[in-house]
């Protein structure tokens, strides 16, 4: 049983897959980046001094995912990154795109028309329903996964996913914004990159995601080759994205990714463990329990108490929750990750709680303490269910 108390003189952020706090070494590289003036394009010896930096954070970033230095290609962050991949591979190429059905909203609003890859309970992809929609295609797809999702924290299936796509000559797009920042060398991302299953494929980052400045990215290729850009502007990124890199948020990104590395990640993930006991006996059910997750991340199902309604409970104790993906910030709907896994009323009725790299054990444990009674005065009030399992 968790005890403890949370400290009432600050807020306890519990939102990382929202935002990671800022890591001190990327803060002292974007700080070292901003007192550069030159612009990384401009000849002169300022300029110069501001492309070796540029570039150095562009060789860090691509090298720990196995990429050459020139297949990095820097953006304002995950959602561009996504954008440019479906416009380069998809619809200048015209490809058609498969996309799974719990796919963050970077990727479903950008291709409305796409085909839906099934997801099972866990919220597993589907390999055989994408193996038969991949045998029915006239031209090979564009296929696009979450290498873990953002609500749920459940990795996809990647290096059977690679495999299909390999074999039915598909174009394979992985969004790795949540997974990036959070390997720890046995997860299913790092395995997949290990064992070269995606080295054919491209991937998005976000610099946020990894304890980086917000507004930075990358799309990863899988080698050094022309893709057409969405911002042509003055050539930039040898004329794949336009417009001035923003050399202090790429070099602050290089910077959070490599001491993301260093993170003990099993440490948090016994911390999300106790936690969900904790939760499981007020009376909560964790989504994607059974299938591999990130290590830091809870979707938990209140049954009968709204979303909504457990939020601003927990907000008013000081803590800060979500209810799924940050980019539906100021409303409060059903989750469609929860709802392709098969789960109706209680797509409204989950809160996702995500630890961040610097978590003090303490808050989590004040959370759970602070979970446990506001789960017993909705019981008191006779609006949460217990679950029958």
């Known amino acids: 049983?968790?005890?403890?108390?949370?400290?009432?003189?600050?807020?306890?952020?519990?939102?990382?897959?929202?935002?990671?706090?800022?890591?001190?070494?990327?803060?002292?590289?974007?700080?070292?980046?901003l007192e550069q003036t030159g612009n990384p394009a401009s000849v002169h010896a300022a300029g110069r001094t501001a492309r070796i930096m540029l570039e150095e954070a562009r060789r860090q970033i691509a090298t720990a995912?196995?990429?050459?230095?020139?297949?990095?290609?820097?953006?304002?962050?995950?959602?561009?990154?996504?954008?440019?991949?479906?416009?380069?591979?998809?619809?200048?190429?015209?490809?058609?795109?498969?996309?799974?059905?719990?796919?963050?909203?970077?990727?479903?609003?950008?291709?409305?028309?796409?085909?839906?890859?099934?997801v099972d309970g866990q919220g597993v992809i589907d390999c055989a329903a994408l193996e038969d929609?991949?045998?029915?295609?006239?031209?090979?797809?564009?296929?696009?996964?979450?290498?873990?999702?953002?609500?749920?924290?459940v990795y996809a299936p990647l290096r059977e996913v690679a495999a299909l796509c390999r074999h039915h000559g598909a174009f394979l797009h992985v969004d790795a914004v949540q997974a990036?920042?959070?390997?720890?060398?046995?997860?299913?991302?790092?395995?997949?990159?290990?064992?070269?299953?995606?080295?054919?494929?491209?991937?998005?980052?976000?610099?946020?995601?990894m304890g980086g400045p917000k507004g930075a990215g990358a799309l990863l290729l899988p080698e050094d080759r022309p893709l057409p850009p969405l911002l042509p502007g003055g050539g930039q990124e040898r004329g794949r994205r336009g417009g001035t890199p923003a050399l202090a948020s790429h070099m602050g990104m290089a910077a959070a990714l490599e001491e993301s590395r260093k993170q003990d990640w099993k440490l948090l993930e016994a911390l999300r463990d106790e936690l969900e006991t904790v939760m499981i006996q007020a009376g909560a059910i964790i989504m994607g329990r059974d299938g591999a997750r990130l290590p830091n991340t809870v979707s938990?199902?209140?049954?009968?108490?709204?979303?909504?309604?457990q939020l601003m409970a927990l907000d008013i104790e000081g803590y800060c929750v979500s209810a799924g993906s940050a980019c539906s910030s100021g409303k409060v709907s059903r989750s469609h990750v929860l709802e392709a896994m098969g789960q109706?009323?209680?797509?409204?009725?989950?809160?996702?709680?995500?630890?961040?790299?610097?978590?003090?054990?303490e808050d989590v444990k004040a959370f759970g303490q602070a979970y446990m009674l506001m789960a017993q005065r909705f019981a008191e009030r006779g609006v949460l269910k217990r679950a029958s399992s």
């Open 1 to 33: 049983m968790i005890q403890g108390t949370a400290s009432r003189n600050r807020p306890v952020y519990l939102d990382a897959n929202a935002t990671e706090p800022l890591r001190p070494a990327a803060r002292e590289a974007i700080l070292a980046g």
């Open 65 to 118: 995912f196995g990429r050459e230095a020139d297949s990095c290609v820097f953006t304002s962050g995950g959602t561009e990154a996504d954008t440019l991949a479906l416009h380069g591979f998809a619809r200048v190429e015209g490809r058609p795109v498969l996309m799974g059905a719990t796919e963050h909203d970077a990727i479903r609003k950008a291709a409305p028309d796409a085909g839906i890859i099934p």
């Open 133 to 153: 929609m991949l045998a029915t295609q006239t031209v090979p797809p564009l296929v696009c996964i979450m290498a873990a999702n953002n609500e749920t924290g």
């Open 180 to 209: 990036a920042g959070r390997m720890w060398k046995q997860d299913a991302f790092s395995l997949a990159l290990k064992d070269g299953s995606l080295a054919g494929a491209s991937l998005a980052l976000s610099a946020h995601k």
């Open 300 to 309: 938990a199902v209140l049954p009968g108490v709204a979303a909504q309604m």
């Open 344 to 361: 109706e009323e209680a797509a409204g009725q989950a809160i996702r709680v995500s630890l961040p790299w610097n978590v003090a054990a």
